[in-house]
């Protein structure tokens, strides 16, 4: 399976989605915090990154519990932005296992893969991009 990557641009950060990793949460533009002038999904481009100033991007990429959603700073291009938390595990209701901290994922034929922040690792079994959660769970309406 190829791996999507879409990156868009301010002056200051790109945001970085990877859709196979998102587990469909809506917290980037749905609720109190989310910030719809950024993140549209029934727009295209969803993201648009001219809709907020560059902190409230961050704000809202950094909660982002997937970490579908990435951003880096413009002059700092592909340098991963690293968490100094401990690493914290939490089963969400119905939903997948997140992992928050620096962790490096083994796959089957032994490749590693450093991740940052948080990564949502399937809880249902039903995942086609496992071990990551990919939002399946939603329309398998797994209880668990």
Known sequence: MTEITKKYSNKDITIVWKPSVCIHSTLCWKGEKGLKSVFNPMEKPWIKPEGATTDEIIERVNNCPSGAIS?????????????????????????????YGNIIVKDKEGHKTQKNKVTAFCRCGASSNKPYCDGTHTKIDFKG
Request: aromatic fraction near 10%; charged fraction near 20%.
């Open 71 to 99: 951003f880096y700073y413009n002059q700092a291009e592909d340098k991963p932005i690293e968490t100094n938390a401990e690493s914290i595990v939490e089963a969400m209701p119905n939903g997948p296992l997140l992992v």
